[in-house]
């Protein structure tokens, strides 16, 4: 599903701004119709999937590196710096971090899809931190890392050669949910008037489709395929991390 | 000490802790971001001052003031924590000379008349639907279930509400178009006015029930899964208990987690309900915020959010009691960390 999203983005070229009669139901010409400008909504469909996932993409690398970052030092550490480390991450925890989005979007005049990405990465680690920090501490028990340490090698060396490695999986995992996570906070904060300044989402998409009053006048196609879109998106990759969850967890599969 | 004592001090502590995190966050961002968004608005204050120069002067001397503009920043952080605690969120610009408290305690109960009501329908609905499935596991009944759960869980509100509405207010017209009641109707607890709200009610209750319900259900099951898994259960079939009582004891253990779940996605439910809100052009906090963003009402953005945020916080503490309260393991002092 994923892929067939992005292989369509080269599949149908077409430009972004090129007028047909505007607000035309689906047809032969249009496959999605268009919008209140004559815009063809199957081209804009396809960038704004595009351009979500991205942001998506971007936004969840940026949660992954500051949570394992702050749950790896954590959970390997110990002491008062898990103590402070922890702390932090309860208090991000707690403020509801869609909230904390919008407001930091609200402050910014232009918004670029990196900052946008920045914004909701910065907010949604905390529970990769905690899930890292938890995984550190029961792969710190374990024989090899005493090994190593034994052989004199400094923590750095060993996060990275020991502990790292041993994670890969459940990374994954969270950078998934994360991506599914971000496509969905994006279309948000676009929907209350916080998303990019310029270019085109899935968000956005459906933030003109809303401030024109596309539902109260019946225009279907305009507010229904990049919702639908949004959805098997999230709803692919969530399924996706369920599956790679029972694969990697012997208890769920044979419970 | 009394445990459960100690266990409060540690949660005020933590209030107090992420209350402080949140101010400096507030205070900080307006200040913090480059392109300095305070000094664009003062401009454009002062550009309108051919239309209404008295007006503006006010309104650009207030927000001096208010923001503390030329004061060092210690100074200003503590006149802002103080106007805070004094209840003062300061003047709104689009609105001049209303305050902002004022305006916004005139629309949060409509936000919270929406967002309590369905988040605590959703979070039974769910748990109930989420430990059905788990009973039923392997059987047709899961099958079909987790799917629904899953695609539910990812579904914005906002949509299902643009999708509801298009269903039930556009093709047939079941339910009212916009608002919150009629706008012929004077607002008073009379029984067709109570009628027409409900009336106006429904769909965005929906909207919100049908799209948080996924979330809990999938959580439920899991939990529901694994303590079915659990030593104590097959102790307890093997005592021959019958089926129903175990299942109570399942389902009480795997409500807990619940229960910090729900404290936790208040703030996620709050978010897509708001947006909810724009979709049925209801008055609502929603409304507030979108109109403070399209004027550039910063005195508005931040007393809004500072509300609301610490709405979240306090019923955060407040489920943690109860958490507490509920879990004999805490009432009892037996902490396991």
């Known amino acids: 599903m994923l892929m067939g999203i992005f292989g369509s983005v080269v599949y149908k070229v077409d430009p972004l701004d090129i007028a047909g009669s505007p607000e035309h139901p689906p047809s032969d010409r249009f496959p999605l119709g268009t919008d209140s400008w004559g815009r063809d909504l199957l081209a804009l469909l396809l960038t704004g999937t595009k351009s979500s996932i991205s942001i998506g993409v971007t936004a969840a690398l940026i949660a992954l590196a500051v949570g394992i970052v702050i749950g790896v030092i954590s959970g390997f ?49 905390p529970w990769v931190a905690r899930a890292m920090r938890s995984q550190m501490l029961s792969l710190k028990a374990r024989e090899f890392v005493h090994m190593s340490r034994m052989a004199g090698l400094s923590d750095v060396k060993i996060i990275l050669e020991d502990l790292l490695p041993n994670m890969a999986s459940y990374t994954f995992m969270a950078f998934v949910l994360l991506l599914s996570g971000a496509m969905i906070a994006e279309a948000g904060l676009s929907m209350i008037g916080l998303g990019l300044t310029r270019g085109v989402s899935l968000g956005i998409i459906l933030y003109w489709a809303q401030i024109l009053e596309s539902v109260r006048r019946g225009l279907w196609w305009w507010f229904v395929p990049p919702g639908a879109c949004l959805v098997a998106l999230a709803a692919s990759l969530l399924l996706l991390s369920t599956a790679l969850d029972e694969y990697f967890s012997p208890r769920l599969k044979g419970g | 000490m009394n445990p459960f004592i100690r266990f409060l001090a540690r949660r005020i502590g933590f209030l107090v802790i992420t209350f402080l995190a949140f101010l400096i966050i ?3 961002l307006p200040r913090a971001i480059p392109g ?40 200003q952080f503590s006149e802002f924590t103080s106007r805070l605690l004094r209840g003062d969120l300061g003047t709104s610009i689009a609105f001049y000379p209303r305050k902002v408290a004022d305006l916004v305690f005139v629309y ?35 099958n079909a279930l987790l799917p629904v759960f899953l695609t539910l869980s990812m579904t ?64 439920m099951r899991a939990m529901v899964i694994y303590e079915l898994g ?25 409500m807990l987690p619940q229960i910090t779940g729900l404290a936790l996605n ?27 963003l399209t004027t550039l009402d910063y005195p508005m953005i931040q007393g809004t959010f500072i509300l609301l945020i610490s709405t979240l916080l306090l019923a955060n503490f407040i489920v943690d009691l109860v958490y507490a309260y509920i879990d004999p393991r805490i009432r009892t002092g037996y902490v396991g960390e």
Request: proline share 6%; charged share 10%.
């Open chain 1, 77 to 125: 550490k110990g002491g008062l710096t898990d103590s402070l480390l922890m702390m932090l991450t309860d208090v991000v925890l707690v403020l509801p971090s869609i909230l904390i989005m919008m407001l930091i979007a609200a402050y910014l005049r232009e918004r670029n899809p990196l900052f946008v990405s920045l914004i909701i990465g910065v907010t949604s680690w």
């Open chain 2, 156 to 219: 914005p509100y906002y949509w299902l509400a643009m999708i509801l509405l298009y269903l039930f207010a556009v093709s047939s017209r079941i339910f009212p178009l916009s608002g919150a009641y009629s706008t012929l109707m004077i607002p008073r607890l009379s029984l067709p006015f109570i009628l027409d709200m409900l009336h106006h009610y429904i769909l965005p209750f929906l909207s919100i029930v049908i799209g948080a319900i996924g979330g809990w259900a999938i959580g």
């Open chain 2, 230 to 254: 659990a030593d104590y259960v097959s102790y307890a079939d093997s005592l021959g208990l019958p089926d129903s009582r175990v299942l109570r004891y399942v389902f009480r253990n795997s």
């Open chain 2, 26 to 28: 507030i205070f900080a």
């Open chain 2, 266 to 292: 208040l703030g996620l439910i709050l978010g897509g309900a708001l947006i909810t809100e724009l979709v049925f052009a209801r008055p609502g906090t929603g409304f507030l915020i979108f109109r403070a």
């Open chain 2, 108 to 142: 949060l109960p409509w936000s919270l008349g929406l967002l309590i009501p369905a988040s605590i329908t959703s979070w039974v609905v769910g748990n109930l639907l989420g430990a059905l499935a788990a009973y039923k596991r392997k059987t047709a009944v899961d």
């Open chain 2, 36 to 75: 300095n968004p305070l000094a664009a608005l003062l401009y454009q204050i002062i550009q309108q001052a051919q239309t209404n120069p008295d007006l503006v002067k006010a309104v650009h001397r207030r927000l001096m003031d208010e923001f503390g503009i030329g004061k060092p920043l210690h100074i």
